[in-house]
């Protein structure tokens, strides 16, 4: 079975995920991808006075996120390293999110989802990348400006998070990938 790999991009407003095809070569940038942030928005506006609110949502985004997976064929998943939230109990909230989606998907499909620290996905992408505190640009932005002169066209910075999360996991796999040589 050839390996297809999908990067993930998780929050609680706006997930998203690439998926790589096994067949897909670096400079190809016709690839599946989603973000879910219109359709939380909304389950968020109708549904917040649950009491059941954190997990069904949990819930509702890990389906959309394992059934995106499954239907593409993805056999790899990484994930982009859970970012510092500005605020404790956001924080604890992603972390508690991001483990019911990693054991959905060893429950549901025996795909163990590996960690992958932004920075080094970043790195290994493009080679050095400035820090705001150097440029006085968001690293984020950067990122994504160098994706789309290099011809890529996400609907939202998080699916460019994704793929960047995806194209560092092609790396780790041994496959072709974007990105400078180590």
């Not at 407003?13 to 016709?30: E, F, N, Q, Y």
Request: hydrophobic content about 50%; aromatic content about 10%; overall charge positive.
């Amino acid at each position: 079975m050839k390996p297809v790999v999908m990067g993930l991009d998780l929050s609680l407003t706006a997930p998203a995920a690439v998926v790589l095809p096994a067949r897909w070569r670096p400079g190809t940038w016709r690839m599946p991808s989603a973000c879910w942030a219109a359709k939380i928005a909304l389950f968020v506006h109708e549904e917040r006075e649950r009491a059941d609110f954190e997990p069904a949502r949990w819930a509702l985004l890990s389906n959309w996120v394992l059934d995106f997976a499954r239907v593409r064929g993805a056999t790899h998943v990484f994930v982009e390293d859970y970012a510092f939230a500005a605020r404790r109990t956001a924080g604890r909230a992603l972390a508690e999110f991001g483990g019911v989606v990693k054991y959905n998907f060893w429950n549901r499909q025996q795909i163990v989802v590996q960690p992958v620290v932004a920075a080094s996905a970043r790195k290994t992408l493009l080679g050095h990348v400035p820090s705001k505190k150097t440029s006085g640009v968001e690293v984020k932005d950067y990122v994504n400006e160098k994706l789309a002169r290099m011809g890529a066209k996400f609907a939202t910075m998080d699916e460019g998070d994704a793929f960047i999360v995806a194209n560092h996991g092609r790396y780790l796999l041994g496959l072709p990938y974007i990105g400078v040589d180590p």
